[in-house]
């Protein structure tokens, strides 16, 4: 095994995680964006995602499809295996991972790491709010859920994403890649 590392990207719902991870990736283009198996419909917005209905998600995580799965929010999200061969060539590897998933990572990839995203209770009540997938209850129940602690023992970073989004991205490309910043 190489080097390389998975950067598991966490935070609670509306923080911002797919914006600054696109703009991560174009900062650092040998990065791999890693896009995950979800069990919701195609065309939601935000990340993307290979959308798969919940038996043909189920029968590819029994057949080991997966580096790591999980169930959150009524869905399931998967990694793909693949992941392992761009960590063997060298690549690091931008994760969208739950924070209920973090041990299930760190016990599946060596080099593993978090990017924990925050914003204020506000700034996600809005923008939870402006994506219009959730009802208010769904925004209510997210909401309450957002500081959630991370499990112990893992490699952290934090990054606030309250102000503009270029210098979240920038802050977060000098905490992943410090002599590229």
């Not at 964006?33 to 069990?39: G, H, Q």
């Not at 998967?78 to 739950?98: E, K, M, Q, W, Y």
Request: net charge positive.
């Amino acid at each position: 095994m190489t080097g390389a590392r998975v950067i598991a990207v966490v935070g609670p719902s509306g923080v911002g995680k797919d914006s600054v991870m696109a703009g991560v990736a174009r900062a650092l283009p040998d990065l791999h964006l890693v896009r995950r198996v979800i069990t919701r419909a195609s065309g939601l917005g935000g990340e993307a995602y290979d959308a798969v209905p919940t038996d043909t998600f189920l029968a590819r995580a029994n057949d080991g499809a997966f580096a790591v799965h999980w169930a959150a929010h009524g869905l399931h999200y998967g990694i793909p295996r693949s992941v392992h061969d761009h960590l063997t060539a060298g690549t690091d590897c931008l994760i969208n991972f739950s924070r209920r998933a973090l041990g299930q990572g760190a016990r599946t990839f060596p080099r593993f790491m978090v990017l924990n995203i925050t914003a204020s209770p506000e700034t996600l009540a809005q923008r939870l709010s402006a994506r219009g997938r959730e009802t208010a209850s769904d925004i209510a129940k997210r909401l309450a859920q957002a500081n959630t602690p991370l499990p112990l023992g893992l490699d952290v970073v934090h990054l606030s994403n309250d102000g503009p989004l270029d210098e979240t991205v920038a802050r977060a490309v000098a905490l992943l890649q410090p002599a590229r910043a």
